[in-house]
T-cell receptor, first 111, second 116 residues
């Protein structure tokens, strides 16, 4: 069965600092992985996806993630945080008939 | 192209009542999935409908049901509401259905249900 684990329920960074949100997956088959972002009182917006093509995936808003099979990881990064990046971020793995989500990481950005 | 539309955005009900939530998928999408989001349990899969057929159901009691119409719009119904049903209910639409690995799910803004 597939699962994802997000390390750190809260991450705080200063504006302009590197953002690193961690996600580790467990899957018995080659995984399809996703990062979604949720702003307050909104639904989920797809940031990026890994579907077994390039291991470095670029998404919207300057985010990217690298698939590392040896580490079973799919961490999300952004070189320079912006105040507007403050939100909750969810890593997800494709299950047989559904998306399986991690518990989420709330990102705070301080001026 | 319009995104996924969920109505209403907010609902307040009392215990024992029933509620119906609506989801209009992106034009051309035939699959609609429903998820429940709570602070304690996170995002949990409820069910998926594809071409008017329920294809998969999560681990929820029978009080939770849904249907899909020929125009792909979907409704979710919860009967005999309990306090624990308070949650954000998210609908996601996709083109090919959740069984397709590369299929992407696009989410609506959700319906926030409060049960008093």
């Amino acid at each position: 069965a597939q699962s994802v684990t997000q390390l750190g329920s809260h991450v705080s960074v200063s504006e302009g600092a590197l953002v690193l949100l961690r996600c580790n997956y467990s899957s018995s088959v080659p995984p399809y992985l996703f990062w979604y972002v949720q702003y307050p009182n909104q639904g989920l917006q797809l940031l990026l996806k890994y579907t077994s093509a390039a291991t470095l995936v670029k998404g919207i808003n300057g985010f990217e993630a690298e698939f590392k099979k040896s580490e079973t990881s799919f961490h999300l990064t952004k070189p320079s945080a912006h105040m507007s990046d403050a939100a909750e971020y969810f890593c997800a793995v494709k299950g047989t008939d559904k998306l399986i989500f991690g518990t989420g990481t709330r990102l705070q950005v301080f001026p | 192209k319009a995104g996924v539309t969920q109505t209403p955005r907010y609902l307040i009900k009392t215990r024992g009542q029933q509620v119906t939530l609506s989801c209009s998928p992106i034009s051309g999408h035939r699959s609609v999935s429903w998820y429940q989001q709570t602070p304690g349990q996170g995002l949990q899969f409820l069910f998926e409908y594809f071409s008017e057929t329920q294809r998969n159901k999560g681990n929820f009691p029978g009080r939770f049901s849904g249907r899909q119409f020929s125009n792909s719009r979907s409704e979710m119904n919860v009967s005999t509401l309990e306090l624990g049903d308070s949650a954000l209910y998210l609908c996601a639409s996709s083109l090919e259905g959740a069984r397709v690995n590369k299929n992407i799910q696009y989410f609506g803004a959700g319906t926030r249900l409060s049960v008093l």
